[in-house]
């Protein structure tokens, strides 16, 4: 069975940074987009970064030169670099992916790992 997990999420003060990692498990045959998205209170979720297989990037305009996205292909983890973090970014962050398993080729995504920024 195909899970994604999230780690690294907490409680930050704003300027400060974290580090999201999300790691695919599973009878996974091929990865192909992974990405970030989050979701703040009463609002939509709303993509925050993707990246290909090939490594090419991009970023909703709102993270723009804050955050940075990267994958290990080896390891089937995606990670996202957030600094200079701000309180419009607290949100509950959500990976996903579009991959081939052995059920077939879908979108997964992961539980959620909550980002709080406060003072």
């Known amino acids: 069975q195909v899970q994604l997990v999230e780690s690294g999420g907490g409680l930050v003060q704003p300027g400060g940074s974290l580090r999201l990692s999300c790691a695919a498990s599973?009878?996974?045959?091929?990865?192909?987009?992974m990405g970030w998205y989050r979701q703040a209170p009463g609002k939509q979720r709303e993509r925050v970064a993707t990246?290909?297989?090939?490594?090419?990037?991009n970023y909703a305009d709102s993270v723009k030169g804050r955050f940075t996205i990267s994958r290990d292909n080896a390891k089937k983890t995606v990670y996202l670099q957030m600094n200079s973090l701000k309180p419009e970014d607290t949100a509950v962050y959500y990976c996903?992916?579009?991959?081939?398993?052995?059920?077939?080729?879908?979108?997964?995504w992961g539980q959620g790992t909550q980002v709080t920024v406060s003072s």
């Open positions: 599973g009878s996974i045959f091929s990865i192909y987009g």
């Open positions: 990246i290909t297989n090939g490594g090419s990037t």
């Open positions: 996903n992916s579009h991959l081939r398993g052995d059920m077939g080729e879908y979108v997964y």
